[in-house]
């Protein structure tokens, strides 16, 4: 079975700047959250690779720019590299030898016929605004961000269309503050939800801003909304689904798209003693300044049940004393990841930006199969036969067409990633890319069967899919 992909529907891919740009030309003092985990605990990364080298992007972004071009994609993202823009954090001194490395990429993108669009914080937190603000936690640096994003927008706007103010803002500080379990280890509900508390104000505040300088072009947010399943219809296992999703997903969703926080959310974390601090007059910015679209991550399902054992008293808040993990019996799964394959969730939360966000206008911009030992599939020719990442996307992409078909406002489709890259602990271990990247002294580049699938996508607007028969 056929079916047509709109001619304006995108096909793109992602990435990000600390992912794989890689170090060079990097000033002292211009470390990242990321670079600084990296130095402390290189160990938990696999077989020690981080974001030192990465793929050396800042030097080979012209090699990966045309097979862009080979391929015929229609859009890229990345982001900027908030710690290694400036020199001076607090002052907003340029570091030019940087801002020119970006300016060359944005005209090599555009003179390849790929249209760039840009995140301003992709885990890329400057370590000095950690150490001297703790971060997130600070308000300052809510209006240091506003400032950085107002110089981006001077310097790439008469280029640069879409803008996201950040990647997954809710990440850092849950496996940081609340999970505990990356460093520095600090275990702080309170403090994770003021971090998500000043992300969103601080979305709000960017998109305050863009609009006032009349920009051309539109801002969002990329957010990583797990569409949540509970294992049964029982009140409990709904209940618990239903306060995931609160916790997890409307903490962004709902503010940023329809301009206030839950209550339900509100009453809870007054509760449980880790309300953020905030006042009304942040509120009112939130509630005036909506984003203009949203990036939609989706990997995996969330599955989750009711609690199974009373809560430790003794230990923190932590909104999983309202839910357990659930695993479904059968599921499909990428085992090199850990991660359910489902691709029945597109469709799903496309449906529910429609039914409860008014169909704001949405695209997804991370969806990919990671897989290790890729290399055992090469062929005699060295390229990689990764038949799998093309089901994979064939069977998501299927889903998103179905949905826009029914009424959805999803614009396109960009797939996680477009080389092999970095990620957090897993490094290399897990390849996503089109594109295959050699971990030798060169970084050496060879496009995947994935890659020559994509092209014809691309090109064709056609997406060739099994009809379900009985067998």
């Known amino acids: 079975m056929k079916k047509r992909i709109p001619a304006d529907f995108v096909i793109g891919a992602a990435s990000s700047a600390w992912q794989t740009e890689g170090w060079m030309g990097k000033k002292e003092g211009q470390d990242s959250y990321l670079d600084s985990w990296y130095k402390q605990e290189r160990f938990v990364w696999h077989e020690g690779y981080g974001p030192a080298v990465a793929t050396n992007f800042y030097e080979k972004f012209q090699d990966d720019v045309d097979f862009m071009k080979e391929i015929g994609l229609t859009h890229y993202r990345t982001s900027i590299n908030w710690a290694r823009f400036f020199t001076d954090y607090e002052n907003c001194v340029v570091d030019e030898d940087y801002a020119q490395h970006i300016d060359d990429l944005i005209d090599a993108l555009l ?26 936690s600070s308000k300052e640096v809510v209006e240091l961000f506003v400032r950085y994003a107002e110089i981006a927008f001077d310097r790439y706007g008469d280029r640069v269309k879409q803008w996201f103010t950040f990647n997954e803002p809710v990440v850092i500080q849950t496996r940081v503050y609340l999970d ?31 609009h006032e300088k009349e920009m051309d072009g539109r801002i969002g947010i990329i957010l990583n909304p797990e569409v949540t399943y509970p294992r049964s219809s029982s009140e409990a296992d709904q209940k618990a689904a ?92 990428n085992k090199s ?10 469709y799903d939360m496309a449906m529910r930006i429609k039914e409860e966000y008014g169909n704001i206008p949405w695209l997804i911009t991370e969806n990919g199969m990671g897989i290790e030992g890729e290399e ?50 897993n490094a290399f271990k897990n390849r996503y890319g089109l594109v295959r990247i050699e971990l030798d002294e060169e970084r050496t580049r060879k496009l995947k069967k994935s890659g020559l699938w994509y092209k014809e996508i691309i090109e064709n607007r056609v997406l060739e899919v099994e009809e379900i028969t009985d067998k």
């Not at 669009?117 to 997130?136: A, I, R, S, V």
């Not at 997890?248 to 449980?272: H, I, M, S, T, W």
């Not at 990764?386 to 406002?409: K, N, P, T």
């Open 111 to 136: 003179d390849a016929g790929v249209e760039p669009m840009l995140c301003l914080e992709h885990y890329e937190m400057p370590t000095f605004l950690q150490e001297k603000y703790d971060g997130w």
């Open 376 to 425: 055992r599939f090469q062929d005699d020719q060295g390229m990689v036969q990764d038949d799998y990442r093309i089901d994979y996307i064939r069977d998501h992409l299927s889903a998103l067409l179905d949905a826009v078909e029914d009424g959805s406002s999803c614009e396109g489709y960009m797939l996680w990633a477009f080389t092999d890259c970095v990620s957090p602990m």
């Open 242 to 333: 239903h306060l995931y999703d609160l916790f997890f997903n409307r903490v962004y969703l709902d503010p940023l798209v329809k301009g206030a926080y839950p209550e339900e959310l509100l009453e809870l974390l007054e509760k449980q003693g880790v309300l953020f601090d905030h006042t009304e007059e942040e509120l009112a910015v939130i509630k005036d300044n909506p984003v203009d679209f949203l990036g939609i991550n989706l990997y995996y399902p969330k599955r989750v049940q009711a609690p199974r054992y009373e809560w430790n008293k003794d230990t923190p808040f932590h909104p999983e004393m309202y839910y357990d993990p659930f695993e479904l019996p059968g599921r499909r799964m």
């Open 180 to 210: 505990a379990i990356r460093w520095p280890h600090e275990q702080n509900t309170k403090k994770w939800m003021q971090w998500n508390h000043h992300k969103v104000l601080a979305t709000a505040k960017v998109v305050r801003l863009f």
């Open 337 to 346: 990841r850990g991660w359910e394959i489902y691709p029945q969730m597109m």
